[in-house]
């Protein structure tokens, strides 16, 4: 194709040909795409790993879009006749630091305290560098249309960049790839974006500079991608102590299983959900004093449960007939199904044709079913973000009162009392505020600590004696007193009503564990 022959120098490309205007617009398109991506992965990273995803994702955006402001203000230091320049080397700028987001971020959270630095300085170089190329390929493309297009065409392509991105990454990226390889990934891209622009601007002075840098890049973003499983190996080493035995980032987190001579231990985005050398005191506690007080057990709702580790306990009841379990990730229930570690655990009890699996979230399932229950037991993650506070909410607990039989009863694990005292009693005076009569108790879990249910029902369940009659590890006859009783340190205290409007658990907990763990 012929080039208009008009004013140009060595670093600029002459008035641009269909062909070179159409690359320079497709850039737009693809940087749009890879900023998004990263600021995705760096905001889930944080989700992740801090477990305040609407304080880590809000943080993200805002310093993303403020750098973005500070990268396009920087770029009208640049001179007419460097911009294409500039462009190329911002997008291997921007491959770089956001290829490697995720992987340098979690390599620091396993073996450093400077996370939040760390991801404070990635967002901001990011969206520092994303705010620097639209002007600059807006001010490229001003040899080939007039600004009025220019800026509609950029902008369009940016906009509808950054929806694909919306879309693919939770359908697909995440799920399938993980972060750590997204990461890389959306890197690569930028490289070969970088090395078609290159290619073009092969007479140019920098080009055999900008050629270099580019495969350097391109080098250690495929060598992350190669050996990034060792690196994983070695950062999850470092973070859990044991041997991995399972790892796995799901669509909706990371599933890593450990194991220390004959103890397995699950964690969940790092959160430990049991030791196999305790598990069985907290399960134990968490279905038979409720199943105790309750005169039919036929139907039963569990809301969570994925290992399956309840399941064994209610199993030794054999009015059982029918379960349905909820739990949002298949990926957890799979591994307990099919890891001989697990299903020799949980009794093989997940493969139980009694059960009725639904892989679906607990509120929704809770709002649609059109069925009532003699036992629900809810048995889901702390409300320790916002994704979860819903479910230990006023208008929560109205919905599952709705679900029990007249004689029904519902049992929600509560957290622990001694390090999460203002959030153990908000969970059960929101239980009480439905109307059902409630009764707190609590167990020591070494692994967990001090930890804390509390059972509800239609009629008052402290005129009925609880009794163990089915085989357990922990549990006897003359301990039900003990469950009941609360020493003067964990004695009710104060607190608000949480509800979908105003859910103060969320603030309970955080303050509560802040004053214990850093």
Known sequence: MNTKKTKTDNDQLPVLNRIESIILLGSVFVTSICAIAYELVIGATGAYIAGDGVSQFAYTIGIFLSSMGLGSLFSRAIDDNRTLEAFVSSEILIGLFGGISHPALYLIYATSSSFQIAFYFFVFVVGALTGLEIPLITRILSNHNPLRVNISNVLSLDYFGALVTAVLFPLLLLPNL?????????????????LILIFYSRKRPWYKKSLISSMIVLATLILLQIFGRYFMNYADAKLYGDEIVFTKTSKYQKIVLTRWRSDLRLYLNGNIQFSSYDEYRYHETLIHPLFSLLPHHENVLVLGGGDGLALREIFKY????????????????????????????????????????????????????????????????DPNSENLVKLYSLQFYHQLKNLLTRSGGIVVQSTSPYFNLRTF????????????????????VPSFGDWGYVLAGRSNLDKKPIKFEVETRYLKKGMEKGLKIFPADLQPVDVEISTLDKPVILKYYNEDYKKYFK
């Not at 439905?434 to 167990?443: D, E, K, N, V």
């Open 318 to 381: 054999k009015g059982v007939k029918k379960v349905d379990l909820v739990d949002l990730d298949p990926a957890v229930m799979n591994l307990a199904k099919t890891n001989k570690h697990l299903v020799e655990l949980n009794k093989n009890s997940l493969n139980d044709p009694r059960v009725n699996y639904h892989a679906q979230d607990a509120w929704i399932f809770v709002r649609n079913v059109q069925k009532k229950y003699d036992v629900i037991v809810v048995d889901l993650p």
């Open 425 to 444: 009693w908000c969970i059960h005076d929101t239980i009480r505020e439905t109307g059902l009569y409630t009764m707190p108790i609590h167990a020591q």
């Open 178 to 194: 993980g972060l750590w390889y997204s990461s890389l990934l959306f890197g690569i891209i930028n490289i070969i974006l970088a």
